[in-house]
């Protein structure tokens, strides 16, 4: 450290020059680095990454010698190496200071990389790595760089880069049917199920390394062994300078599940069997004392329950004090005298976000951790008092979910528009300091944690209105320019018809419901409320919506190289296809129990058809699955995607009113669908589509039934000019389902032609019937009964409280109407 303030003093005000000539840093032979005598293992690591990626691009592994690229790591400079460097007149005062940062640039003819520490020099390593046309995924999405016979950086090129959010990172969660089979089949090979071992967490902290992250919660599902009872994982993470945290549920980084033994400990019940309880977090605090941890404070049951052994809300702030009180004592006695040094995170998730705000006293120097709502609706973030915490605020966000009403465990479909809403008005809250991800599988959430983690690194890399853009430039990253134009439209669409129903939601039924009612707690697959009869058969386009996308994307797949088809068909084909099979099975088959009688089923030309398309979309799913994991990059991934995680009743066969023969297969052939979109004398707008909107209002990309939803503060407003013909008729508005995170009301109003407004609040309990309609649609709909006069109106839409985004509204003129889809064209 004491050179570091040296340096700092010695180099203010120094000027930055760069050089007058471009640098061919590769035209041949081998690319050569050097560094300095002493680096962090992490930078070793990189290294070996670099010299790998080179090997991809160039067919010649990197090496170290005299070349065109000099790496300094700063905290590890001796002052031979420190007087070379400060030669180069390098702003060292921008960075010197901040974790995990680095500058690049060129000094003297050469491509010189400087870190603050092990993690930035690393991340500058593997910048130039993305200069060269390396992909983060080259790995994890098998995107195999392409060839170059010579490299060069521009003679004016300089970035400087730092993190945004301290610590960024992903939970490994609901591994069960993806990551712990792939790693017990092919990665870490082993005969006993449940290990997840060093040679998978190696592969992910490559990829977290490439992504710039640098924390992990570890895979701590029921049935997997725990991190730190797996030979190697400890110092697999310590070579790569990992971050390790745990989740909610996981105090002072135990795993319950595995780790908790209530034949030898007894109870896990802080009341009637405190001492063992206290020994068992001792024992981890001092196993972990001299690695870099991340301490979560409190406690709830062994796996995702609520306390043991307390009763009313008043017991269980007290219970939960004494709780952390204890654990502090732990952490100063064992890991460090001066708790302010020690990381610790309390995260106030399910039940636990009540007990704290019925008084329960966190210290100031305790990060809070946020949640949302497990379908990414943020339920609270820090107010004014919280977000002056010297712990700071983090954020723990879900990519996937397993639980009520319904697990998404299958494809990783949340809007991006969704992800930066949330994630930027955390930012905008001060959650600053810890940003994690929960992933069953980083492979399958690739475009949505790529996302995650870039605003991670840099908050403002992506804004509301350059959304596409980035999405853009990833697919241009994995696929290459000509291709991305055409994906960026069909995967925009994509995410449209996701946000309207997620795959795993199209059977409408639910989990976690009475088993004295339902088997295993699962309601039957039902109808859907897509209607064959309304807005022109809107079912049928939602389908022909799909084979749409399909069809884009068979054309862009023309257009990237060879090499890349295993990177295409598992990012890009397998999620599509999927998805719009998945449509497909739920809506036909609804189409053929609503047309054919089962006993002339057989007889019934129009209900076969339909059956048959159900039928070969659910062939097509295991079709598609099957060439995942058997035949997709020879096998590389088998084991890691289940087509039925749970085996969940949405993923089985279709449910028809007989069996289709396979005569029958073969007769009816999968001809277009026709649907014209009719909006049947309704009055349609995105809430995009206005007259005029005060000064707050922000459209949104990629979000929404509209794919562009605005996002209104209080007091701002939208305004719309519309006809309407005389008559009475029911006024639909439709928003975002978001959650009051700042303890408040969720409330706007709507108004006619300056009538009174009507005010709707849109907040909903945890786990209330109408929250779980609103995750599962996508969108919370209000509706009142108005009366018009023919002719022109103006409606206005204001915002009463924040967390108000309007996507869509509708007048229609047929009360009884039943339908899904309000019949308007995103704003793509």
């Not at 070793?44 to 065109?68: I, P, W, Y």
């Not at 995942?628 to 449910?655: C, I, T």
């Not at 967390?803 to 229609?812: G, R």
């Amino acid at each position: 450290m004491k050179i570091r303030y040296l340096l700092l003093h010695a180099i203010l005000g120094l000027s930055t020059t760069v050089s007058a000539k471009d640098v061919v840093w590769y035209a041949g032979g081998h690319v050569t680095y050097s560094t300095q005598k002493n680096y962090g293992t992490v930078v070793a690591k990189a290294l070996d990454m670099f010299s790998a990626d080179m090997k991809a691009v160039t067919g010649k592994s990197a090496r170290k010698g005299e070349g065109k690229i000099e790496i300094y790591q700063l905290d590890m400079l001796n002052n031979k190496e420190f007087k070379r460097l400060s030669g180069y007149k390098i702003p060292l005062e921008k960075f010197i200071a901040k974790p995990d940062a680095f500058w690049m640039g060129i000094r003297n003819g050469k491509v010189v990389i400087v870190g603050s520490n092990g993690r930035g020099t690393a991340y500058g390593i593997l910048e130039l790595s993305r200069k060269a046309g390396v992909s983060p995924w080259i790995d994890w999405g098998d995107v195999t760089p392409q060839r170059k016979h010579y490299l060069v950086l521009n003679e004016q090129f300089e970035t400087l880069q730092h993190p945004s959010v301290e610590y960024r990172g992903v939970f490994i969660n609901d591994e069960d049917w993806s990551t712990r089979v792939w790693d017990k089949q092919l990665v870490d090979a082993h005969s006993k199920s449940g290990i997840i071992g060093p040679r998978y967490y190696h592969r992910l902290f490559e990829l977290l390394l490439r992504l710039r992250a640098n924390t992990l919660w570890p895979a701590m599902h029921e049935g997997t062994d725990g991190f730190f009872q797996v030979k190697g994982n400890k110092e697999v993470a310590d070579s790569f300078d990992i971050v390790l945290g745990s989740s909610h549920c996981e105090p002072i980084l135990r795993n319950n599940v595995a780790e908790w033994n209530s034949k030898q400990r007894g109870p896990y019940n802080w009341i009637t069997n405190r001492k063992q309880v206290e020994n068992y977090w001792r024992e981890r605090a001092q196993e972990t004392a001299h690695m870099d941890g991340l301490y979560t404070l409190g406690m709830r049951g062994i796996h995702d329950g609520s306390m043991e052994g307390v009763g009313g809300n008043v017991d269980r702030v007290k219970a939960l004090q004494s709780v952390i009180d204890e654990q502090r004592n732990i952490l100063h006695q064992t890991v460090n005298r001066d708790l302010k040094k020690v990381p610790q995170v309390f995260i106030p998730y399910k039940e636990v976000l009540q007990i704290y705000e019925s008084g329960l006293k966190v210290p100031d120097d305790v990060m809070l951790m946020w949640c949302d709502d497990n379908y990414g609706y943020l339920t609270r973030l820090p107010d004014a008092a919280e977000q002056k915490r010297a712990g700071g605020s983090g954020v723990y966000y879900h990519l996937s979910y397993w639980g009520r009403p319904h697990d998404y465990l299958w494809l990783t479909t949340t809007q991006p528009g969704l992800v930066y809403s949330e994630m930027r008005e955390a930012w905008d809250h001060n959650a600053q300091r810890l940003w994690i991800a929960n992933v069953h599988d980083p492979k399958v959430a690739a475009y949505d944690l790529s996302l995650f983690m870039d605003m991670a690194w840099n908050i403002n890399s992506v804004t509301a209105s350059s959304l596409q853009q980035h999405l853009r430039d990833w697919l241009t990253q994995q696929f290459g320019e000509e291709a991305a134009a055409p994906l960026t439209e069909a995967m925009t669409e994509f995410y449209h018809l996701c946000g309207i129903r997620r795959p795993e939601f199209m059977g409408w039924n639910q989990v976690e419901l009475d088993r004295n009612r339902y088997k295993n707690g699962w309601s039957p697959v039902q109808d859907t409320e897509f209607s064959a009869d309304e807005f022109g058969n809107e079912l049928e386009r939602y389908l022909n919506d799909y084979e749409a996308v399909k069809h884009k994307i068979a054309a862009a797949e023309q257009m990237i190289r060879p090499e890349l088809k295993d990177a295409f068909f598992a990012a890009i084909k397998y999620p599509v296809y999927c998805a719009a099979a998945m449509a497909t099975k739920q809506l036909q088959a609804q189409e053929a129990r609503h047309i054919a009688r089962k006993e002339n089923f057989h007889r019934d030309e129009e209900a076969l058809e339909a059956a048959v398309r159900s039928v070969k979309a659910y062939q097509e799913i295991q079709t598609l699955t099957e060439y995942y994991n058997k035949q997709m990059a020879h096998g590389k991934w088998n084991g890691l995607m289940d087509m039925a995680p749970r085996s969940l009743l949405v993923f089985q066969a279709p449910s028809l009113p007989g069996e289709v023969t396979a005569e029958e297969m073969r007769k009816y052939v999968q001809e277009p669908l026709e649907a014209k979109m009719e909006q049947d004398g309704c009055v349609v707008r995105n809430a995009c589509d206005y007259q005029s909107a005060t000064d707050g209002a922000q459209p949104i990309e990629m979000l929404g039934h509209s794919m562009k939803a605005v996002k209104l503060p209080k007091g701002e407003s939208l305004t719309y000019r519309f006809y309407a013909k005389d008559g009475n008729a029911v006024l639909y508005t439709a928003l975002i389902p978001t959650q009051s995170n700042d303890n408040g009301d969720i409330r706007y109003s709507i108004s006619i032609d300056d009538g009174d407004p009507v005010i709707y609040s849109l907040k909903e309990p945890y786990r209330s019937e109408r929250w779980k309609v609103n995750v599962l649609r996508g969108q919370a709909l209000r509706t009142t009964d108005i009366k018009l006069k023919g002719g022109y109106h103006t409606l206005v839409i204001k915002a009463l409280d924040n967390h108000i985004v309007v996507d869509q509204w509708m007048i229609d003129y047929h009360p009884d109407r039943h339908f899904y889809v309000f019949p308007t064209q995103p704003a793509l």
